[in-house]
């Protein structure tokens, strides 16, 4: 459900026969906004996208069957088995008192008040000190990442067929993009090599029926820390504007419309796609916002992150603004 563009609106709306003027919304019980209204391919029943629960950004490739057809039920959940999620993350085989603690950092030197104003440095997530309770961590996405039929990845891939690396140059950014600086690249490092080692953000993704999976904190979270990286495949805008993929994330967007980048996590992911969207429509929406997504340049590449931008209680669901960019994505009908 996390995205940040406009082009997975499609344009094979939904055109109602005669037969079917008279459909309305069983949600709703309108039958107005028809180029949203949705027929279930098995009953014929009439569904509004934003009426869904989780909404349907566009209309789906194929067939499609309502709620009441499919009987959609809470995904079945991953095994609680230690060898289970290790293979599955494929974490570094440790010994235990390894996994307990993370590795110790450098000394940081003091710094002035002063200073810490001019330059705010990133921070890397805090894991669980219980590997228990990081193993409950993990088998929560790996549920989803299954449910979903995706395989996890915590890293941009390039695919054949697809946009190439060398695609990805940040200086085709028409409005810049931040040049991550070496401390916070370094900070990036070690939240990749925790993860490797199976030290697991504290986050877990819970399964919704109104929002579908959606993120929450298992722990306080300070601010201005790295909660995820968006990762899955690279590919032209060019190449997905007619596809219904609900959580594609813009990557590049360029001067030249066929030099604009996307990821799509649909075949390969990580927790950064089940991080749901806010309703900036309404000012209680905004106020959902925890998370902000910052493009930067590292090491001459383009990467996007999902960066805290205030404290987040444990408990609370991690939403992000959809519209950070130039996009306009209706997220009016969000819960």
């Not at 005669?18 to 919304?25: P, R």
């Not at 309770?133 to 915590?154: I, K």
């Not at 590919?235 to 980048?261: F, V």
Request: a positive charge.
């Amino acid at each position: 459900m996390a995205s940040a563009t406009t082009f997975r609106k499609r344009t094979q709306a939904l055109r109602i026969s005669k037969d079917y003027a008279d459909t309305t919304c069983e949600r709703c019980g309108s039958g107005e906004a028809t180029d949203e209204l949705l027929l279930c391919d098995k009953c014929d029943r009439g569904f509004h996208l934003f009426c869904l629960r989780p909404i349907l950004p566009s209309v789906p490739k194929g067939q499609w069957f309502c709620p009441l057809c499919t009987l959609q039920k809470k995904p079945q959940r991953f095994p609680l088995i230690q060898t289970k999620i290790i293979d599955f993350f494929r974490i570094q085989r440790s010994p235990p008192e390894d996994l307990e603690k993370p590795s110790p950092g450098r000394k940081r030197r003091k710094i002035g008040l002063l200073a810490k104003k001019k330059k705010r440095r990133l921070l890397p997530f805090n894991p669980c000190d219980d590997m228990n309770r990081r193993l409950e961590q993990m088998a929560s996405l790996a549920t989803a990442l299954t449910a979903t039929g995706t395989e996890f990845s915590n890293e941009l891939t390039y695919m054949p067929g697809m946009a190439p690396r060398s695609a990805n140059l940040p200086s085709l950014e028409r409005e810049g993009m931040q040049v991550m600086s070496k401390e916070d690249a370094e900070t990036l490092r070690l939240c990749n090599k925790m993860m490797e080692r199976g030290q697991w953000p504290p986050l877990l993704v819970v399964f919704d029926r109104n929002e579908g999976f959606t993120v929450e904190a298992d722990r306080f979270i300070k601010d201005l820390t790295i909660i995820a990286e968006y990762a899955g495949d690279v590919d032209y805008l060019s190449n997905r504007e007619h596809d219904d993929g609900d959580s594609m994330m813009t990557l590049i967007s360029a001067k030249y419309p066929s030099q604009s980048l996307i990821i799509c996590p649909d075949k390969r992911g990580n927790i950064a796609r089940f991080v749901n969207g806010i309703n900036n429509h309404t000012p209680d929406g905004k106020k959902k916002q925890n998370l902000k997504c910052v493009r930067f340049n590292v090491d001459g590449e383009c990467r996007v992150l999902l960066i805290a931008i205030r404290d987040i209680l444990k408990g609370e669901r991690l939403y992000y603004d959809y519209n950070g960019y130039e996009q306009e994505y209706p997220t009016q009908h969000f819960v």
